[in-house]
């Protein structure tokens, strides 16, 4: 992600709809969360599939959003199975939720369009090769 704007792009307008989408189910006052084994299954894959992205991050800039994404997952996959969760909890998972989406996009962004990382010059392997 951290040296293709294309994908930084593509995940802040992804994450930027989730945070709309999860905004507007707590502006309409809707807090249910779906507790069906469907919905627990595909937060668990998602789960598997993120956590494995997260191993493969290039930048810090790529983990801060991958880690971001993980964690709303993780949330989700733990309400989903959870059917008689008190409301007071599903309401602020809601609202904590829109607010990781968000920060999520804007970490995404800031892959496509933040300074690239500086390692500086390549270092030879051997004390033969620097002569």
């Not at 930048?59 to 309400?79: D, H, P, Q, T, V």
């Amino acid at each position: 992600m951290c040296d293709t704007p294309l994908w930084g792009v593509s995940g802040g307008v992804v994450a930027a709809f989730f945070a709309y989408l999860s905004y507007s189910h707590l502006s309409s006052g809707d807090f249910s969360l779906p507790h069906t084994w469907w919905t627990t299954l595909a937060y668990a894959v998602w789960t598997v599939v993120i956590g494995g992205l997260l191993t493969e991050t290039c930048c810090w800039r790529e983990r801060i959003f991958f880690s971001l994404m993980l964690l709303i997952l993780l949330l989700g996959l733990a309400f989903s199975a959870w059917s008689n969760a008190p409301e007071h909890a599903v309401r602020q998972l809601r609202i904590a939720a829109t607010a990781l989406w968000a920060v999520a996009a804007i970490a995404s962004l800031t892959t496509a369009f933040g300074a690239k990382d500086k390692t500086g010059p390549a270092q030879p392997d051997s004390l033969e090769g620097a002569k």
